[in-house]
């Protein structure tokens, strides 16, 4: 541990924790854009500046390790003046189209100009501008909303491992782009999504579905796989409209292209809510009770005529372990055979 | 390149300038009369011809040296075809051709420079490794290796007081000690010739002049720090460089002081070449390295400062051409003799390139400290064209202006610094009345946004406006406030920018600002450019009592702007006029006005 | 070209290449970089695609799309602009009829590119005609050797 002080107050910190963290485990706030706990540091929206005493020039508060005795100003007016001007710089390379954005009350760069009360820039001139929609079924990318903060590409390789995208160009020019700027065409897990702090990235399935004030969230368990990601509900006018997942959670936020992207089958009028029985050729309607009997009653006659071995099982990888447990006991000490497997085991 | 007593030699200047001129004919020339000519036979000497590097003075390229008995003849601007009548009258008769021969001013453009690094640059063949040595060469790791320790090599180097020459000027001395200490394993060296100052070519003659003292160099630094494997990471536009650096490291790989064993010391240092692929921030050390890893050049934050996690995350030296190169000589010669040169704090010589309106542009090595007016006006000639100086920009993208009333500050690392410059890598523009500063820091900052890695948003976006408020001043679109929105947007995008590339991009802007306030003045609220450059700005017009009615600007005019009867005046018709100028450079009777 | 492409591989694994180094081999080879042997690399290597991509469109030495037969280089670097390489250029372009915004000439015999100093700046303007250096160079001399390949 390395004692520190930050904005006047002493605190006792890891070391080589950055004071990003130590701020962050003290309750001090520092303004970012470009970090995740989850990713490497990457020092590129220049807005966590803090000042060191001794140091000629303010250094970004994500990237630098603490050291013993270290005196750290988090904000004065100089460093809110640098960070003003970083908003505005960003605002006048930036569609500016809150009104319509899907982002809207859940955007960082928004929270940033709200709190900056930005309402003239002192900054304007020539703005990014890319005609092409990106064709792929999942993900809208509108890169004219993009801030450059490199977390979907360092998601998508540090954590996805896949680095479906890359910055491509450079300076104004840079962009965040499949190879050859074709359609994106990988996982699409979303973990992108889920970081970008703007509009730039949303999910196609959500587009036009409702505002933040709208959503009640609504914790569940994601129910395609036995991983059981947390997930969070999101809830417009009773729809699922979102899936999104705290990056609290046990799955540390992360989702696959299922959970996050395959929660359509829920408003589905094709989903299945009774057991059906098939009867003179016809799917029909039945209790639980009727069907649970007919089960019991089919497997019965089968194991009397041709066997325990005739009968297999196959479960699925959607139920719980202690789920799949039950079900191999039931096969092996209840109907008697070994035949039992699981979608999962290959 | 041994020379045998009553030799006779020739030396042609085969530097990127020498070849630019017709150098290589000029060599073919040469080895052809000796053949033909049966020279050898009627001197009855050796006569051999010998390709050398850069003396810094391409300007009056090909540059050739005739050596007859020890007596050195300098000639300039030698064409193939001047040959033959070199070979007979010179070499067979003994006569040199007089109206050939270099003025006073070649000799008063070497006189007031001290040469250390270059010492030896246009005076040996850079592809024979024994040219070299015939001068001393590799005497110097010699003596490390066997003599010294590596903790005394720094200590040497620290006494010396040698800066890095690539810009920032950390003590060279001190970064190796850190390396030293550094924990982890292996470590590396590494050699920054990536020269991205656009006007600037110190490093490109070192390597194309001299490049086994920039290998020596760097075999004895990784000496001292403990490297087994080193990088020279150089830029693909300097092929003639890359291709002679290669030669050098093949030669020294087979006379053993690089490679396994060296010299049968025990010590093992190998160098590869790393090929730049054009970006300026690839000059930025961490930029540097990922670049080397293969990746995008995009600079990430200090600390962890290279020398303690750099190359593949182990300890790394980055290091200067031009400061690697001063080593050996630093080594044969003794600390205290390094450090006689300069000043207190700024100790050694330092290489310029000195170009623009200088009346002899070129190479130059200076010791520091020595005052801008001497390198203008005893070294350079003066201006060109007779016309006043207005300003010398140093440290190139990075630095900023020197004016004219200040033309006899000492130029070390200090007192430019004081005076809103730096020393940087060298390079020093010349700049006189015609020369518009508001265009200038346009110049720059047009140079340093296309060159923003676009990591972090001051530079990425910061630059691009004020690229953009600088355009439409000269555009004559400046709005009153643009003066001081320039300036705070300078500073903030100097202290929130990542690296060292946005954090000088603006030193161009703010010293203009600070010498020059009132052109940007003019610009935005006389809508005038008073240099005359800013096309925007600029109207052309015929004074009616000049005008002969000669016809030839009417010719010349890609617009069609230019009316009136032969031998009547002319008139210019300003609507149509694109401004290009073409009328007024080719009026012979200066009738035609700019303003 | 898949001869090629296994050469260079080859070249690749032998001198502990990286993705540059690689790409400089592509585009040495053909004069830019075809998406194929890109995609081709990727897939030997196992290396993203976008890995390339990203450094493809980095750095200023390569290029997605083919170049002309003439590589006209022209430098701007600050002693060459002072020295007027601007005018060089624009009236470089004006000669070849090659549109703004483009490099190229339609007819893809000539490309013309600017570069930031190539270190020949005391014999600045500098133009480098398919490698060749020619200094002090002045608007008609650069006509007269353009035409000569024309
Ligand atoms: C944008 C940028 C470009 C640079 N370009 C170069 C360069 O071309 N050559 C060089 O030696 N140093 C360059 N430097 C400085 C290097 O980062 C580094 O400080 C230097 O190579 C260290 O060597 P030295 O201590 O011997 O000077 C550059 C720095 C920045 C920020
Ligand atoms: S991304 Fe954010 S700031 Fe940009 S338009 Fe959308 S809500 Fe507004
Ligand atoms: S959806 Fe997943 S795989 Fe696709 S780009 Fe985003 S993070 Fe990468
Ligand atoms: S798309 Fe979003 S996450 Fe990706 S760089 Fe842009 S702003 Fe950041
Ligand atoms: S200052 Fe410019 S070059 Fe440096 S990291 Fe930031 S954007 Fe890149
Ligand atoms: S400046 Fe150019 S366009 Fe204008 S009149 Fe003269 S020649 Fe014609
Ligand atoms: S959060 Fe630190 S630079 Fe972006
Ligand atoms: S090459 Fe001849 S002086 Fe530079
Ligand atoms: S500026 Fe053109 S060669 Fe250096």
């Known amino acids: 541990m390395v004692s520190i002080t930050i904005d006047g107050r002493r605190v006792k910190v890891r070391e080589g924790a950055t004071i990003l963290q130590a701020s962050r485990e003290n309750d001090i706030y520092i303004p970012t854009l470009c970090d995740d706990p989850r990713l490497e540091p990457y020092g590129g929206c220049r807005l966590c500046l803090v000042q060191i005493k001794g140091m000629a020039r303010p250094v970004t508060a994500c990237t630098t390790p603490v050291s013993e005795g270290m005196i750290v100003e988090t904000t004065n007016d100089e460093i809110e003046d640098l960070r003003r001007t970083i908003v505005e710089l960003l605002l006048s390379d930036h569609p500016n189209d809150c009104m319509v954005c899907e982002k809207a009350g859940d955007c960082t760069l928004q929270e940033l100009a709200y709190f900056y009360n930005i309402r003239k820039n002192r900054f304007y001139g020539e703005r990014r501008q890319y005609a092409e929609r990106d064709g792929n079924p999942f993900i809208e990318r509108d890169m004219e909303k993009c801030i450059l903060c490199g977390k979907c590409v360092r998601v998508c390789s540090e954590v996805q491992g896949v680095s479906a995208i890359e910055i491509a160009y450079r300076g104004f020019s840079a962009k965040v782009c499949p190879p050859f700027e074709k359609d994106l065409d990988c996982e699409f897990c979303g973990q992108c999504v889920s970081v970008c702090p703007t509009g730039a990235l949303m999910g196609k399935l959500s587009m036009g579905k409702g505002r933040q004030k709208d959503i009640e969230k609504v914790e569940s368990v994601c129910p395609y796989c036995g991983c059981g990601c947390n997930i969070t509900l999101h809830v417009a006018r009773n729809e699922v409209i979102r899936v999104s997942s705290r990056p609290d959670s046990l799955n540390e936020g992360w989702l696959c292209v299922k959970g996050r992207f395959g929660f359509k089958f829920n408003s589905s009028p094709d989903r299945l809510k009774h057991p059906l029985i098939k009867r003179n050729g016809r799917f029909e309607e039945a209790s639980w009770d009727e069907a649970l009997d007919y089960v019991a009653q089919r497997l019965g006659e089968i194991k009397d005529r041709y066997g325990a071995d005739a009968i297999a099982g196959l479960s699925s990888a959607r139920c719980t372990n202690e789920e799949n447990y039950l079900f191999q006991k039931f096969m092996r000490a209840a109907v008697g055979t070994n035949n039992v497997d699981h979608c999962a085991r290959y | ?500 590339l946005g954090q000088t991009a603006p030193n161009p802007v703010l010293s203009t600002l600070r010498y020059f306030r009132n052109e940007y003045e003019a610009h935005i609220h006389e809508k005038r450019c008073p240099a005359g450059v800013c096309k925007n700005l600029l109207t052309y017009s015929i004074l009616e009592e000049f005008c002969k009615g000669c016809t030839m600007c009417a010719r010349v005019c890609p617009a069609g702007a230019i009316v009136g009867e032969k031998k009547k005046p002319h008139k210019i018709i300003e609507e149509i006029c694109v401004k290009c100028g073409a009328c007024f450079e080719i009026c012979k009777f200066k009738a035609v006005k700019k303003g | 070209m898949q001869e090629t492409l296994e050469k260079i591989l080859q070249t690749y694994h032998e001198s502990e290449g990286n993705v540059i180094s690689l790409l400089q081999e592509i585009e040495e080879s053909f004069g830019y970089l075809p998406e194929d042997a890109i995609n081709w690399f990727s897939e030997q290597l196992d290396i993203p695609p976008s890995r390339f991509y990203g450094i493809a469109t980095f750095y200023a030495q390569f290029h997605l799309k083919p170049r002309g037969e003439n590589i006209i280089t022209a430098c701007c670097g600050t002693a060459c602009h002072v020295k007027g390489a601007e005018k060089l250029i624009n009236s470089l372009m004006r000669e070849l009829q090659i549109p703004s915004g483009e490099d190229t000439s339609e007819d893809r015999k000539f490309t013309v590119e600017k570069v930031n100093c190539v270190g020949a700046c005391s014999i600045a303007p500098v133009v480098i005609i398919n490698k060749e250096v020619h200094g002090k160079m002045t608007a008609d001399r650069l006509m007269k050797e353009i035409r000569k390949i024309k």
């Open chain 2, 1 to 500: 390149m041994a020379m045998q007593e009553g030799s006779i030699v020739v030396k042609v200047c085969m530097g990127t300038g020498g070849i630019a001129a017709g150098g290589a004919a000029v060599v073919s020339a040469f080895r052809e009369e000796f053949e033909s000519a049966g020279v050898r036979a009627s001197v009855e000497k050796n006569c051999s011809v010998h390709n050398v590097g850069c003396r810094g003075f391409c300007a009056r390229d090909v540059l050739v040296d005739v050596i007859v008995g020890g007596e050195k003849t300098t000639y300039e601007y030698i064409k193939s075809d001047m040959v033959p009548r070199i070979v007979e009258e010179h070499i067979l008769q003994g006569r040199p051709i007089e109206e050939w021969v270099v003025k006073e001013d070649y000799h008063t453009f070497h006189e007031k420079q001290v040469k250390v690094v270059l010492s030896d640059c246009g005076e040996v063949d850079p592809e024979d490794i024994e040219s070299y040595v015939g001068r001393g060469g590799y005497s110097a790791l010699e003596k490390v290796l066997a003599t010294m320790t590596p903790e005394e090599t720094i200590g040497l180097i620290k006494d010396s007081g040698l800066r890095g020459r690539g810009g920032a000027g950390f003590p060279a001395g001190l970064k190796w000690e850190f390396a030293r200490k550094a924990a982890g394993e292996p470590k590396y060296l590494i050699c920054n010739a990536d020269e991205g100052d656009p006007g600037a070519f110190m490093d490109r003659s070192i390597i194309e002049g001299n490049p086994h003292s920039v290998i020596e160099g760097m075999v004895i630094g990784a000496y001292a720090i403990g490297a087994r494997k080193g990088y020279v990471y150089i830029r693909a536009e300097y092929p003639l460089a890359v291709e002679r650096l290669q030669i050098a490291l093949d030669q020294a790989r087979r006379r053993r002081v690089l490679g396994d064993d060296i010299g049968g010391r025990g010590f093992d240092f190998d160098i590869r070449i790393k090929l730049g692929a054009g970006a300026f921030v690839c000059g930025e050390e961490t930029a540097l390295i990922a670049s080397i890893e293969g990746n995008r050049g995009m600079p990430r934050a200090k600390p962890p400062f290279p020398a303690q996690k750099g190359l593949w995350g182990k300890p790394t030296v980055i290091n200067n051409v031009e400061t690697l190169a001063n080593v050996p000589y630093i080594v044969r010669n003794g600390a205290g003799w390094f450090a006689q040169f300069g000043t207190e704090k700024s100790k050694g010589t330092k290489v310029f390139a000195l170009t623009g309106k200088v009346k002899n542009s070129g190479l130059i090595e200076v010791p520091l400290g020595i005052s801008l007016r001497e390198i203008i006006y005893d070294i350079g000639g003066g201006i060109e064209g007779g016309r006043r100086l207005k300003a010398v920009q140093t440290g190139g993208p990075s630095g900023g202006c020197i004016t004219n009333e200040m033309i006899d500050i000492a130029v070390d690392y200090e007192s430019l610094a004081k005076a809103g410059s730096i020393v940087g890598s060298g390079g020093m523009v010349v700049m006189d009345e015609t020369d518009c500063m508001v265009n200038i820091a346009k110049y720059f900052l047009e140079f340093t946004q296309a060159e923003s890695c676009g990591k972090c948003v001051p530079c990425r976006i910061g630059t691009k406006r004020l690229l953009e408020i600088l355009q439409r001043i000269t555009d004559g679109r400046g709005r009153p406030g643009d003066v001081e929105l320039l300036e705070k947007l300078s500073n903030d995008v100097r202290s929130a920018s990542l690296c060292g």
